[in-house]
């Protein structure tokens, strides 16, 4: 319709046609319709008024409302086709409906039930749910309510009804007992108390003294009531304050008699048994009875510990021994954990020396073993505080403490020989046992240190200086780890630095440190950097151009030393293998016959030949060589390089150290190489030397394992593989656009369904309820509807009846009058 | 009026003559009354300047010959000898005494010839005195280079032939260079060079006016090798100070001048000094050079000197040269750092570098000062991923090889510097990967380490087992960064920067840091003593003692 009249034409002459055709506007049809019109104006004008609101309604378009057909499809509806969701479709639905029918039938059956069947209305006072009242509660209850009720009564004083009928309406709420109203033997049994106040006996009461007793009950006022339980109250307390003071009375009765009755039970006694039982020991029986009661202060007595024999004292010890074993296994393969570090770990900061980092590759001390370590210290404390205490008392001149290492030195040459400076420095450490005073911790601490110092200035009981330093040391060993870490490393670090040669007790602490420390670890506060200086020391020399015998000595102890420390943990150390290479071709006769090209460090060149080599005339024989080297020597006085003893030393040594090499490398990759090299040297030496026995041996050694090592190419790179990140959606199987939430979390998912579930769940009830009730109404009104038509027609019918009645008498009494005038 | 001189001069020349056969030097007393005659403002007796002249050889003979004991006093002499002559020169300079006048008559030309001659030879005689290396350190050496500055200033204002025009006494300052060139002296040198710095007209004159005297005498068969090598060790003391010179010429307007008075223009025009600077370096580079100057001139050849030459490409020879240098590693080293400059900024090709790049990696390289320096360069060349895989696998392969005989420090280079070489060209991971290969023993590695070509060496062919031994390195840290190659490569590149400088210095500071943490774990072995003997067999070192 809308679209017909925007193109048909503008909305004002629709207007003016709808007008006119209803004949609003326009000419109209003479004086005929002018009289009707004023005859009929009310209701003339309220037509009027009702087209002029329909044709408004007409043109103003946003007034329609269109029903919109969701689905277009015919269904059928009782016989007949019926689009879906039409008005005609509901209306049939509603009427028969299935839920319409339940919601009828459930009606009607409730109707049938209403007002005609019976229940049971609990009217006893707290026998009600929810009110848990308490047997008083109730009795004080049911008191006032009755009291109310009385009361009520007084109000009806006025009502027109008689006295009698107002008791009947009351009659539910009089309380009885066997029978009879309360009320009046509550009044009489108020009496009766107030009565009975100092008897307190009479609560039964017989049937015949009841009736003597009843009078006519009186009604009390409300300030009555409260007044008598008020004075009911009270007179309670103060019977129990009697009750109270009266047994006080007769306990403080019996506390005077008691002493009386004491002193005759006593006299009873005494008269009847002369002598007491323990006045009859004698005075051995005496003291042994003391000395058993000091028996039980005494100690308990303990099993003495079973002397071990010699085979489990073996097996204590080896079990130690594998329990400091693994700790070092343990050290020595770092913390496990950190085992599969991840590349990214080794970021920049690593290599700035964070502290962090720092402390990542420090070795985690084992608790087990440190508590081990105090607990042996406790031990030992106790074993020696006897004797230590004992010792100080008998000690009156006490030995002080060298303090720094020149004290040391001057108290050590008031000393005749090692076995007085032994027993001297073994005093000293018995008088300052931490626990004797405070303070001596560092002291002993410090102790060592100076031990240690001493130590390197090599005297001649140097072995008994490093036992005692090593016994020290297992409780001692801050100040010492701090000293060689700053002091000592630090000087040589200096002095490598600066040129300087290095010193005979540069060497002897190395030596030290690696028969003090654990060296296999894969990180040592003390080991560690003194590798560094070691290795430092080496690639001076590596770098040097020309190498004196003094220096080849030199890195060849510290190699042997390198060695030493990585016996265990077979760690590599490129340093050490230019060094050998370096010092074979400082001291192989005419070395520039070595094919270089099987060399890994060193670049020979050709034309060089140094001082230190071996000339080719010196033929080896087995005198030759000394058999130990001295290590003041090497870092001694220049050695002349026309001392050909040494230099056999050193090449034997070096020799060594490539039988070191093969032993220690085996299990890299590269041990191709590295005894490729020493084949290349053993093979070039046997030429000039064929009578040299142990360098004949090795080069067979070493020629079969050249010949016998096999590696295989590298996989490192064999990892889990690893999916490629990717931020493009995943599919998921189940995935349901509809669904308004998505949420990967499945508790909240859960969490919401359920809202969700509870929100529908509500909403559909007080649907439900809301077409009940609307029901209900609906059935309602049609049921008051029906009554009222069926009470019309009824009254209809009896007026009917009446008005035929009426009518067959007026018309009888026409009749009558008509007859009555005809017989007139 | 020379008659007038000479008679005036009577007593003190007398005097001399005295003294002359006594005692060769003139005491303090004796010089002051010559000074003092010549100071005097009416005095006109310059025949004192004779004899005073022939004072210097004698001074410089005693400094020479004597040792420190009681030279104060000749030297005293000498400066007071030295101030008063340069007074009275300055006064004649001033006066006009030295110029030749046009209009002025024989006699008066003849003075003024004679007043030069005695200017030059004084001069001759600071200069002469500048070379020499005298046994006593002396002060009198500094003064004398004072005076020829204030010589040169001197000149540049009054010798001028006109008043307006712009004059720079470059014949001089010339012969004073020259002189301070050769000077045995290195005091005077460094002097010199305080001076020096600071004055643009002096740098330009001394750039400007050398490569004539270089040539000279490298072509004159006198110098012995030892003095042109003095004469290169001066040159790149002075040399190898930053100039003033830049290329905005504003800038260069406003540096600061030795002379004050007017310049010539030339002084400014910049093309000309960059030409003459590279012919002067060319020149000098051309001398024979000791392994030692090589370093030198090349630490600073690229930032230096390149930049300030009209056309580096004329230092092609030299650079190849040094780059072929075999008998020191680190020559070449530094040379490449040049060379990477000419290559970049000016279009030189060079053929085979890498296959000479490739020849640098000896086993010295990770032991070398310069190795930083190197592996930047290094990093740059390789960072081209059109290379081909079997040269990277060279180079990856050799540097490997290097690093197991390596100082720490050179493995903690080496170890990022094969990851980032890994990373950009993951065709080189079948060293570290070869699933294949790993089924199969092998004794000899393929990888040639003879074969210089590094595209023929098969490196590919061979596997890093080198890195396996590294992981097993002494150094936790190294160790720890070594094992890298076992993990994913997940990390983009290493910065190498932050691997280049360590040295066992920083490894020791780095552990200062470290706290002490409980006790320190110690060895259960238990060792009787530490060197072996009869008592103790159980020792920890056999075949030592003490």
């Given at each position: ?5 925007t193109?048909?034409s503008?909305?004002l ?5 709808a007008?006119?055709?209803n004949?609003?506007?326009g ?5 005929k319709?002018?009289?009707r ?11 009027r ?7 408004r309604?007409e043109f103003n378009?946003?007034d329609?409302?269109i029903n919109?057909t969701k689905r ?5 509806q ?5 689009r ?16 319409e ?9 409730r ?7 019976g229940?049971l209305?609990?009217r ?5 749910a929810?009110k848990?009242l308490?047997e008083?509660?109730i009795m004080?209850?049911?008191f006032?309510?009755?009291?109310q009720?009385?009361s009520k009564s007084?109000?009806?004083v006025f009502?027109?009804g ?6 009947d ?7 009885t ?7 009046s033997?509550?009044a ?5 108390d107030?009565d009975?106040?100092g ?13 003597e ?17 008020i004075?009911?109250?009270k007179f309670?307390?103060?019977q ?6 009266k047994?006080q009375?007769d306990i403080?009765?019996?506390d005077?008699d008691?002493?009386?009755?004491m002193q005759?039970?006593n ?9 007491p039982a323990?006045l009859?020991k ?6 042994y ?5 000091e ?5 308990r ?7 071990k024999?010699d085979?489990?004292?073996q ?8 329990k400091?074993?693994?700790d070092?296994l343990n050290?020595?393969n770092?913390m496990?954990?950190?085992?599969d570090a ?7 900061d690593?290599?700035?020396g ?7 590759f ?15 210290d ?8 006897k ?14 403490m060298p303090?720094?290492y020149?004290q040391f ?6 000393l005749?020989?090692s ?7 073994k005093?000293?450490?018995?008088q300052?046992?931490p626990?004797l005073?405070?303070?001596n911790?560092e ?9 240690y110092?001493h130590?390197?200035?090599m ?5 008994v200086?490093?036992c005692?330093?090593?016994n020290?040391?297992?409780?001692y060993?801050?100040?010492l780890?701090n ?5 000592i ?5 200096k002095?490598i ?9 540069d060497?002897?602490?190395f030596t030290l440190?690696?028969m003090?420390?654990?060296t ?8 560690t ?9 080496l ?5 040097k ?10 890195g060849?102890?510290?190699v042997?030393l390198?060695?030493?420390y990585?016996k265990?943990?077979k760690r ?11 010092a074979?071709?400082?001291l192989?006769?005419?070395i520039?016959k ?5 060399l ?5 060149n050709?034309s ?7 000339s ?10 000394p ?12 050695i002349?390089v026309k001392d050909n003893?040494v230099k ?11 039988k070191?090499v ?19 040297f053993?093979?070039?030496?046997l030429?000039?030397y064929?009578n ?8 067979q050694?070493i020629?079969?394992?050249v010949?016998n090592?096999t ?8 990892h889990?593989l690893?999916?490629?990140a ?10 349901n656009?509809d ?10 998912q ?9 929100k ?6 007080l649907?439900?309820l809301r077409?009940?009730?609307?029901f209900?109404?609906?059935?309602q009104?049609e ?8 009470y019309h027609?009824k009254m209809?019918?009896?007026?009917a009846?009446?008005l ?7 018309n009888?009494y026409?009749?009558e009058k ?7 | ?10 007593l ?7 003294s002359k056969?006594?005692s060769p ?5 004796e010089?002051n ?10 005095c006109k007796n310059y ?7 022939e ?5 410089k003979?005693?400094?020479r010959?004597?040792g420190?004991?009681?030279?104060t006093?000749v030297e ?9 002559l340069f007074k ?6 001033r006066n ?12 008066k ?5 004679w007043?030069?001659a005695?200017?030059?030879t ?5 200069l002469?005195?500048l ?10 050496q ?8 204030e010589?040169?200033k001197?000149e540049?204002?009054?010798?001028k032939s006109?008043e307006?025009d ?11 260079v ?8 290195e005091?005077i040198v460094?002097?010199?060079i305080e ?5 643009w007209?002096l740098?330009?004159?001394f ?18 090798d030892s003095?042109?090598s003095?004469?290169f060790?001066?040159?790149y003391l002075?040399m190898k100070?930053?100039l ?7 800038v260069?307007r406003?540096?600061?001048?030795l002379?004050?008075?007017?310049l010539p ?6 093309t000309h ?6 012919r ?12 030692h100057q090589?370093?030198?001139i ?8 390149i930049?300030?030459?009209e056309?580096p490409?004329s230092?092609?020879?030299f650079?190849t040269?040094?780059y072929?240098v075999?008998?020191d590693?680190s020559?070449p ?10 290559m ?6 060079y053929?085979?570098f ?10 010295d390289i990770?032991?070398?000062?310069y190795?930083?320096?190197f ?5 740059l ?5 059109h ?11 050799r540097l490997a090889?290097?690093?197991?005989s390596a100082?720490?420090?050179g493995v903690v ?16 991971m ?6 294949e290969?790993a089924k199969?023993?092998?004794q000899t590695?393929?990888?040639s ?8 060496t098969n490196?590919?062919?061979s596997?890093?087992?080198e ?6 390195h002494?150094?936790p840290?190294?160790?720890t ?6 993990q994913?490569?997940?990390?983009p590149s290493?910065n190498?920067?932050?691997f ?8 020791l ?12 774990a110690?060895e259960?072995?238990e ?8 008592e103790t067999p159980n ?8």
């Amino acid at each position: 319709m809308y679209k017909a009249c925007t193109l048909a034409s503008s909305q004002l002459k629709q207007l003016k046609a709808a007008l006119k055709s209803n004949g609003l506007i326009g000419q109209s049809n003479g004086t005929k319709k002018d009289t009707r019109s004023s005859k009929h104006t009310a209701r003339d004008r309220e037509a009027r008024a009702e087209t002029l609101n329909g044709i408004r309604e007409e043109f103003n378009r946003f007034d329609e409302r269109i029903n919109r057909t969701k689905r277009d499809f015919t269904v059928i509806q009782g016989g007949k086709f019926v689009r879906a969701g039409s008005s005609e479709h509901n209306r049939a639905a509603k009427l028969k409906g299935t839920v319409e029918k339940s919601l009828a039938s459930q009606y009607s059956a409730r109707q049938l039930v209403k007002n005609k069947s019976g229940g049971l209305l609990d009217r006893r006072f707290g026998a009600k749910a929810g009110k848990n009242l308490t047997e008083e509660e109730i009795m004080l209850e049911r008191f006032t309510r009755e009291r109310q009720q009385s009361s009520k009564s007084k109000r009806s004083v006025f009502a027109l009804g008689s006295d009698d009928e107002d008791d009947d309406n009351d009659d539910g709420f009089v309380l009885t007992h066997s029978g009879k109203a309360l009320a009046s033997e509550e009044a009489r049994g108020l009496e009766l108390d107030e009565d009975a106040l100092g008897s307190g006996d009479k609560r039964y009461v017989d049937e015949g003294e009841e009736a003597e007793l009843n009078q006519p009950p009186r009604k009390k006022s409300k300030k009555e009531v409260m007044q008598e339980i008020i004075a009911k109250s009270k007179f309670h307390k103060r019977q129990r304050q009697a009750a109270f003071e009266k047994t006080q009375e007769d306990i403080g009765d019996l506390d005077d008699d008691f002493t009386d009755v004491m002193q005759e039970i006593n006299g009873a006694i005494s008269k009847t048994v002369k002598a007491p039982a323990f006045l009859n020991k004698t005075p051995e029986e005496l003291e042994y009875d003391n000395q058993v009661r000091e028996l039980t202060y005494d100690r308990r007595a303990v099993p003495a510990d079973r002397t071990k024999t010699d085979e489990e004292i073996q097996n204590e010890r080896e079990e130690k021994r594998k329990k400091l074993e693994q700790d070092r296994l343990n050290r020595m393969n770092g913390m496990v954990e950190r085992e599969d570090a991840e590349a990214d770990d080794l970021d920049d900061d690593f290599w700035a020396g964070s502290e962090d980092e720092v402390e990542g590759f420090t070795i985690k001390e084992d608790g087990d073993k440190a508590s081990e370590n105090d607990e042996d210290d406790d031990g030992s404390d106790n074993e020696d505080l006897k004797t230590s205490r004992t010792s100080i008392r008998s000690k009156v001149n006490a030995i002080s403490m060298p303090l720094d290492y020149e004290q040391f030195a001057e108290q050590l040459q008031l000393l005749k020989n090692s076995t007085e400076e032994e027993s001297f420095v073994k005093k000293v450490v018995q008088q300052y046992q931490p626990h004797l005073a405070q303070g001596n911790k560092e002291k002993m601490n410090n102790f060592v240190t100076v031990l240690y110092r001493h130590c390197l200035t090599m005297p001649k009981n140097l072995d008994v200086y490093f036992c005692l330093v090593k016994n020290l040391l297992e409780k001692y060993n801050e100040a010492l780890v701090n000293f060689i870490r700053h002091d000592i490393n630090g000087e040589i670090h200096k002095r490598i630095q600066a040129n300087g040669s290095l010193r005979g007790f540069d060497l002897i602490n190395f030596t030290l440190i690696g028969m003090l420390f654990s060296t296999s670890d894969h990180y040592h506060l003390v080991v560690t950097p003194t590798l560094i200086i070691m290795n430092e020391i080496l690639t001076h020399f590596n770098t040097k151009n020309e190498l004196t015998l003094n220096e080849i000595g030199q890195g060849i102890y510290i190699v042997e030393l390198l060695f030493k420390y990585q016996k265990l943990s077979k760690r590599y150390i490129p340093e050490t293998t230019r060094f050998i290479e370096r010092a074979f071709i400082y001291l192989c006769p005419e070395i520039t016959k070595i094919k270089v090209t099987d060399l890994v460090s060193v670049n020979i060149n050709p034309s060089t030949v140094h001082a230190t080599n071996i000339s080719k005339s010196t033929k080896y024989t087995d005198s030759i060589v000394p058999s130990v080297l001295s290590v003041l020597v090497i870092t001694g006085k220049t050695i002349s390089v026309k001392d050909n003893g040494v230099k056999f030393a050193l090449l034997a040594k070096t020799l060594g150290l490539a039988k070191e090499v093969v032993g220690l490398y085996r299990e890299l990759l590269i041990f191709f190489e590295l005894s490729l090299v020493v084949k290349v040297f053993t093979s070039h030496l046997l030429h000039y030397y064929p009578n040299w026995t142990e360098l004949v041996k090795f080069h067979q050694v070493i020629d079969k394992v050249v010949h016998n090592t096999t590696r295989h190419k590298l996989a490192l790179q064999q990892h889990r593989l690893l999916a490629i990140a990717t931020f493009a959606p995943k599919f998921e199987e189940n995935f349901n656009p509809d669904r308004k939430s998505y949420d990967l979390d499945v508790q909240k998912q859960e969490v919401s369904k359920m809202q969700r579930q509870l929100k529908k769940e509500k909403k559909e009830t007080l649907k439900d309820l809301r077409r009940v009730t609307r029901f209900e109404a609906r059935q309602q009104i049609e049921e008051k509807k029906s009554m009222y038509d069926a009470y019309h027609k009824k009254m209809h019918d009896i007026v009917a009846l009446i008005l035929t009645h009426e009518g067959a008498e007026k018309n009888q009494y026409e009749r009558e009058k008509k007859e009555r005038k005809n017989r007139k | 009026m020379a008659s007038s001189k000479r008679r005036s001069a009577a007593l003190p020349t007398s005097n001399k003559k005295k003294s002359k056969q006594s005692s060769p030097l003139l005491s303090l007393a004796e010089l002051n009354s010559y000074c003092d005659l010549l100071l005097d403002p009416n005095c006109k007796n310059y025949n004192h300047l004779t004899p005073l002249l022939e004072q210097y050889p004698l001074i410089k003979k005693e400094l020479r010959d004597n040792g420190v004991r009681g030279l104060t006093e000749v030297e005293k002499n000498g400066r007071q000898l030295t101030v008063t002559l340069f007074k009275v020169f300055q006064g004649l300079v001033r006066n006009g005494a030295l110029k030749y006048t046009k209009s002025g008559d024989e006699k008066k030309q003849m003075v003024v010839k004679w007043f030069n001659a005695k200017y030059d030879t004084f001069k001759n005689i600071l200069l002469e005195f500048l070379k020499e290396r005298l046994s006593y350190e002396s002060s009198l050496q500094l003064d004398m280079l004072e005076i020829m500055f204030e010589l040169i200033k001197l000149e540049a204002s009054y010798m001028k032939s006109n008043e307006k025009d712009a004059y720079f006494p470059t014949a001089t300052y010339k012969k004073m260079v020259e002189n301070i060139l050769q000077s045995e002296n290195e005091f005077i040198v460094l002097a010199f060079i305080e001076t020096f710095v600071k004055y643009w007209d002096l740098q330009f004159y001394f750039v400007n006016d050398l490569n004539e005297p270089l040539t000279v005498w490298k072509a004159t068969e006198q110098l012995s090798d030892s003095q042109l090598s003095l004469i290169f060790d001066n040159f790149y003391l002075i040399m190898k100070n930053q100039l003033l010179f830049t290329d905005d010429y504003d800038v260069l307007r406003s540096e600061d001048v030795l002379v004050r008075s007017k310049l010539p223009n030339v002084l400014y025009k910049l093309t000309h000094f960059k030409t003459q600077y590279q012919r002067a370096f060319v020149t000098v580079l051309s001398y024979p050079l000791s392994v030692h100057q090589y370093k030198e001139i090349l630490v600073i050849l690229h930032k230096r000197i390149i930049p300030n030459m009209e056309q580096p490409q004329s230092l092609m020879d030299f650079l190849t040269d040094a780059y072929n240098v075999s008998d020191d590693s680190s020559v070449p080293l530094l040379a490449l750092n040049s060379l990477y400059e000419l290559m970049k900024s000016y279009n030189l090709e060079y053929p085979d570098f890498y296959t000479k790049l490739y020849t640098l990696l000896t086993p010295d390289i990770l032991y070398s000062r310069y190795r930083s320096r190197f592996f930047r360069l290094c990093d740059l060349f390789l960072s081209s991923t059109h290379l081909s895989a079997a040269l990277v696998a060279s180079f990856i392969k050799r540097l490997a090889r290097l690093a197991i005989s390596a100082s720490a420090s050179g493995v903690v280079i080496v170890i990022p510097f094969i990851y980032n070489q890994l990373k950009r060209h993951p065709s080189c991971m079948i060293m570290l990967h070869n699933p294949e290969g790993a089924k199969q023993s092998i004794q000899t590695d393929p990888f040639s380490e003879t074969e210089l070509n590094p595209l023929e060496t098969n490196a590919l062919n061979s596997s890093l087992w080198e890195l396996e031994a590294l992981m097993n390195h002494y150094h936790p840290n190294v160790a720890t960064l070594a094992k890298i190659f076992a993990q994913p490569f997940r990390k983009p590149s290493y910065n190498l920067e932050d691997f280049l400088d360590w040295s066992y210095t920083s490894l020791l500071e780095s552990e200062d840091t470290r706290r002490y943490k409980g006790l320190a774990a110690l060895e259960f072995e238990e060792y009787q003593a530490p060197f072996e003997s009869k008592e103790t067999p159980n020792a920890y070192v056999s075949g030592w003692e003490l």
